[in-house]
């Protein structure tokens, strides 16, 4: 079976489910972090062979990684509602501790993953603007003059962003695996955004650009979960093609 994890009001990954079950998937499930909180059962092992999971869900579901055949990941926290009444401290521990356990399998699973989690992200790595910013030079794409200082007020953990100012519309583009959808993309930032994606080892990638100081394709910042509605049916086929290839290679 193919999975699909994400939040109950992840609208974009909604969507993305609905079309890989009309693109042929089945049976393709659909897994809030909410619900893996709750399973009734784990089953993680980890040997000098490789690592399983086996869990099977408080409706009766079962996701073994043996039966899996390709996951779109859209997980970016774990699930603490069991312990909301515990002491703060307890929940940080617990936090922590549930997050080594999730990176642990959802990392390991034999099939295609996208995204497949890191240890700086559950749904691939999160990386401040900088970092993104050093990466796309990297990869050859137009980027604009940055500056950070210790009086700056803009706080990412908030989704401020200084690349992107509020009100301006940006070109949001997507790579899946080896496919550039989104907007129409001259060629050579649609190679750069595929050398980002792979610079990056993000399977599922969202680039923005905007009118800047490096021209009309000017870097604006990249994420792990970008709205993939923005692509339509392109994005689609090239997931449903890619996980549907993965798994009959492996």
Same mark, same amino acid.
């Given at each position: 079976?193919?999975?699909?994890?994400?939040?109950?009001?992840?609208?974009?990954?909604?969507?993305?489910?609905?079309?890989?079950?009309?693109? /042929?998937?089945?049976?393709?499930? +659909?897994? &809030?972090?909410?619900?893996? /909180? #709750?399973?009734?059962?784990?089953?993680?092992?980890?040997?000098?062979?490789?690592?399983?999971?086996?869990? =099977?869900?408080?409706?009766?579901?079962?996701?073994?990684?043996?039966?899996?055949?390709?996951?779109?990941?859209?997980?970016? &926290?774990?699930?603490?509602?069991?312990?909301?009444?515990?002491?703060?401290?307890?929940?940080?521990?617990?936090?922590?501790?549930?997050?080594?356990?999730?990176? &642990? $399998?959802?990392?390991?699973?034999?099939?295609?993953?996208?995204?497949? #989690?890191?240890?700086?992200?559950?749904?691939?790595?999160?990386?401040?603007?900088?970092?993104?910013?050093?990466?796309? @030079?990297?990869?050859?794409?137009?980027?604009?003059?940055?500056?950070?200082?210790?009086?700056?007020?803009?706080?990412?953990? +908030?989704?401020?962003?200084?690349?992107?100012?509020?009100?301006?519309? @940006?070109?949001?583009?997507?790579? @899946?695996?080896? =496919?550039? @959808? /989104?907007?129409?993309?001259?060629?050579?930032?649609?190679?750069?955004?595929?050398?980002?994606?792979?610079?990056?080892?993000?399977? +599922?990638?969202?680039?923005?650009?905007?009118?800047?100081?490096?021209?009309? $394709?000017?870097? %604006?910042?990249?994420?792990? +979960?970008?709205?993939?509605?923005?692509?339509?049916?392109?994005?689609?086929?090239?997931?449903? %093609?890619?996980?549907?290839? /993965?798994?009959? %290679? &492996?």
């Amino acid at each position: 079976m193919w999975l699909v994890i994400c939040e109950p009001d992840d609208t974009s990954a909604l969507w993305a489910y609905q079309g890989l079950r009309r693109r /042929g998937l089945i049976p393709i499930e +659909l897994v &809030s972090p909410a619900v893996l /909180g #709750s399973s009734l059962r784990w089953e993680h092992r980890v040997d000098s062979d490789g690592a399983t999971i086996k869990i =099977t869900l408080a409706d009766g579901r079962r996701i073994h990684d043996g039966e899996l055949r390709g996951v779109l990941n859209r997980m970016y &926290s774990v699930p603490l509602t069991m312990w909301n009444r515990a002491a703060e401290t307890d929940r940080l521990y617990v936090q922590q501790e549930l997050f080594a356990f999730y990176l &642990s $399998w959802l990392h390991s699973l034999p099939c295609p993953v996208f995204n497949r #989690s890191t240890a700086m992200g559950l749904a691939g790595a999160w990386r401040p603007e900088s970092a993104w910013l050093c990466l796309a @030079a990297t990869a050859g794409l137009p980027t604009p003059v940055y500056r950070q200082t210790n009086f700056d007020r803009v706080d990412e953990t +908030l989704g401020q962003r200084r690349l992107l100012p509020a009100g301006i519309q @940006a070109h949001s583009v997507i790579v @899946a695996g080896q =496919t550039v @959808a /989104g907007a129409a993309v001259p060629a050579a930032i649609g190679a750069g955004c595929l050398r980002l994606a792979q610079l990056s080892a993000t399977d +599922l990638l969202g680039v923005d650009f905007i009118a800047g100081s490096a021209g009309a $394709w000017t870097f %604006a910042g990249a994420t792990p +979960l970008p709205e993939l509605r923005l692509s339509g049916d392109p994005l689609l086929y090239a997931l449903a %093609a890619d996980m549907r290839e /993965g798994s009959s %290679a &492996s």
